[in-house]
């Protein structure tokens, strides 16, 4: 299916870019940003373009917001003034830290989060959430983003993995929904009763749509008038019946498949959304998602609807379709697109065949080089299972999270690895975007990703937020196609340990197609195990039976009265 078509089809596109709307907009951004050369030439602009001589009432809006600024900037005499005040200081920054912008009428970036209550008048308790959870300093995503979503700019974020993309687009979509809500902009005619939810979050997980929720709820905690929810089962059932109206919540957090049933039970409105984000971007816009994508977006049918889309990887033809469905979008790129975070030392391991792999995870923990906490990705749930096996069977401190296991048990597994008592998590791709463990010290890939995107991922659950962390990635030779994506990714971050001279020099790229086939067809692996195959065979059997036995036993038990507990928690309403 053609991409372009699949998502533009019927959803909401500004096809009209200098239309006025768009232009109202970005000059209310140039007002807002005081930058008086821009101003003038709106001016002279309109002089020119008021055929219809009602210049006035333009006139009268500039005013009124200029007004708003002046009012804004009221009572911030006891901060310093902005660390970033030109277009010289502006680059200096960007230079900095490597980010590139893109775009019409770039705002000046922030210098610290304290620049944000000058400029945009940012609400104090909103300050003192980030403070106390210890962001004192936006990251080089922050500085771009916030005033970028604060001046409604469509964004196309590109970030390190544990960059701090989160924070970038939840900080001004609290903000910008703040000043919507507050009694002096229902004044200027936004009607603020009943005007249904303000913001749209949509992530490719479950895990992840509830860390972002969890991370919003930290930091609106004390913000008045906002009401998160995250879009879990309980909550769904209850505005599926009616129980609860949508229009209670002015930011909801979810994944795509839960919130389209409920738009085609005419259970949720999504028509007043202003802002709509969708992370891990360049997974929503591949082939089994794009189509989930495009339906939200045709529901989102407010003709001031923001788009933003954010990854740390962020491929050409994500770009493309995502252009085609945005109005004036700024682009920032940290770093390099589809780039390993630099804080994570790479390696690369031959291990000959499976059973090579086994031997080397072994010596791995015999010789200390094994540093918990750590994460093993594998290509497959049967594997990730196989692998469960061998590990526990050697008393590895080890669980494992892939598809087939229920909501509660990857709950209960990721807790338990949170709070530090599980010291190793075997998973699959299900965990390889997004989800932040902060003190992650190792990723092992025990498979070969199928891509430099899985890749970057992957590995990128260590690293985060500015601390080091280490990768490893094991490969036989089935493996040499897909190792050359991984050896490309190394080189570029300049992190090539274990990785043999002729890989390294003598590599012909692989074409689109190839990549394309080793995406689609996973690579044949051997069997993971060192047991002869009648005692793995009978190992499975006494496991089977002690797994349908729980399974009995907990279908007779009533519901589990705190997982219910925690579920209703997920829409939370401050
Ligand atoms: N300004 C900041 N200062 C310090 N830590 C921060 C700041 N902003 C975010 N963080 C922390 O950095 C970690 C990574 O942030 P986040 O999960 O948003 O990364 P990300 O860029 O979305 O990564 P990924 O691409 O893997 O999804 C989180 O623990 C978050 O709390």
């Given amino acids: ?244 109206q949508s229009s209670k919540f002015n930011i909801i957090i979810t994944t795509p498949l839960r919130l389209i049933s409920l738009v085609e039970d005419d259970a949720i409105d999504l028509s007043h959304i202003h802002h709509i984000v969708l992370d891990e971007a360049d997974k929503m816009f591949e082939s089994n998602f794009v189509e989930q994508t495009d339906r939200i977006l045709t529901a989102c049918t407010n003709p001031h609807l923001r788009r933003s889309i954010f990854s740390a990887t962020i491929t050409s033809s994500v770009e493309e379709i995502a252009q085609s469905v945005m109005t004036y979008p700024e682009r920032i790129i940290v770093g390099h697109k589809e780039a390993a975070n630099t804080n994570i030392e790479q390696k690369l391991v031959f291990c000959g065949d499976e059973h090579g792999k086994l ?82 010290n190792m990723v092992i890939n025990y498979d070969v990703p199928n891509s430099a995107q899985a890749y970057v991922h992957r590995i990128g659950r260590t690293g985060r937020a500015g601390r080091i962390g280490r990768a490893v990635t094991f490969y036989t030779k089935v493996d040499m196609d897909l190792v050359k994506t991984v050896v490309n990714v190394m080189k570029q971050s300049g992190s090539v340990e274990g990785v043999p001279k002729w890989l390294r020099e003598g590599m012909p790229k692989l074409s689109k197609k190839k990549k394309h086939e080793l995406k689609r067809n996973p690579v044949k692996r051997g069997r993971i195990s060192t047991v002869p195959n009648i005692d793995s065979r009978k190992r499975k059997k006494r496991r089977d039976m002690i797994d349908g036995s729980k399974r009995r036993e907990l279908l007779n038990k009533p519901k589990n009265r705190k997982l219910q507990d925690n579920d209703d928690q997920a829409a939370n309403i401050n």
């Fill in 1 to 244: 299916m053609d991409l372009f078509r699949a998502l533009t089809r019927g959803a909401s596109l500004d096809k009209s870019k200098s239309g006025s709307g768009s232009f109202t907009k970005a000059t209310s951004a140039q007002i807002r940003g005081q930058q008086g050369k821009q101003k003038a030439l709106k001016e002279e602009v309109e002089k020119e373009i008021d055929f219809f001589h009602d210049h006035k009432i333009e006139k009268h809006t500039a005013d009124e917001l200029e007004d708003e600024t002046k009012d804004k900037n009221e009572g911030q005499d006891d901060l310093p003034p902005p660390k970033i005040q030109t277009e010289e200081d502006a680059s200096k920054l960007r230079k900095k830290y490597g980010i590139k912008t893109s775009g019409e009428d770039l705002p000046l970036p922030i210098g610290s989060f304290e620049d944000l209550v000058t400029r945009f008048k940012l609400n104090r308790t909103l300050l003192d959430n980030l403070l106390k959870e210890g962001f004192t300093e936006p990251t080089p995503i922050q500085c771009e983003a916030i005033p970028a979503a604060m001046y409604d700019r469509d964004i196309i974020g590109c970030a390190p993995t544990g960059s701090g993309k989160t924070l970038a687009f939840l900080i001004p979509l609290v903000q910008s929904l703040l000043d919507f809500i507050s009694p002096k902009n229902s004044v200027k005619g936004k009607s603020t009763k009943g005007s249904g939810i303000y913001g749209l979050v949509v992530s490719p997980t479950k895990e992840l749509a509830y860390q972002i929720f969890s991370e919003l709820s930290k930091i609106v905690n004390g913000v008045p008038g906002i009401k998160v929810a995250y879009l879990n089962k309980s909550l769904a059932a209850k505005l599926r019946n009616k129980v609860i």
């Fill in 359 to 440: 031997i080397a995870i072994r010596n791995m923990i015999q010789q200390g080089e094994f540093k918990p906490p750590v994460i093993i990705f594998l290509q497959s749930i049967p594997r990730a299972k196989a692998l469960f096996h061998e590990l526990i069977y050697d008393g590895l401190n080890v669980d494992v999270i892939h598809a087939e296991r229920t909501q509660v048990q990857r709950e209960k597994v990721l807790e338990k690895f949170k709070r530090g008592e599980l010291w190793c998590l075997i998973c699959t791709d299900v965990l390889a975007r997004g989800i932040d463990f902060k003190g992650i």
